[in-house]
Nanobody
Framework: QVQLVESGGGLVQAGGSRRLSCLVS????????MGWYRQAPGKQRELVAG???????NYADSVQGRFTISRDNAKNTVYLQMNNLKPDDTAVYYC?????????WGQGTQVTVSS
């Protein structure tokens, strides 16, 4: 059974930075596309950033230029570096494959940005 464990969330002031990590327990990590998603209260879950096996990335317009997704295939880990955070970035952040699989949602990690 594949498990994804997110970490790194917390409370941060607007303009600050945070780095999220997601450890993926599967030997096929290096051959699957990964993504970071978020869900704010009252809103649908959305894809924030995706990264291909080869490292090609894509971002939601709302985070372009502020967030950076990366992966370390040797560590089965995908990261999300978040800079210049805004109150609108407040959400629970999840990692999953891209496109997502219902079987792979973890607990997520809460990021709260104070103004």
């Amino acid at each position: 059974q594949v498990q994804l464990v997110e970490s790194g969330g917390g409370l941060v002031q607007a303009g600050g930075s945070r780095r999220l990590s997601c450890l993926v327990s599967t030997s096929i990590f290096s051959i699957i596309r990964m993504g970071w998603y978020r869900q704010a209260p009252g809103k649908q879950r959305e894809l924030v950033a995706g990264i291909s096996v080869g490292g090609r990335t894509n971002y939601a317009d709302s985070v372009q230029g502020r967030f950076t997704i990366s992966r370390d295939n040797a560590k089965n880990t995908v990261y999300l570096q978040m800079n210049n955070l805004k109150p609108d970035d407040t959400a629970v952040y999840y990692c999953n494959t891209d496109p997502w699989s219902r079987d792979y949602w973890g607990q997520g990690t809460q990021v709260t940005v104070s103004s």
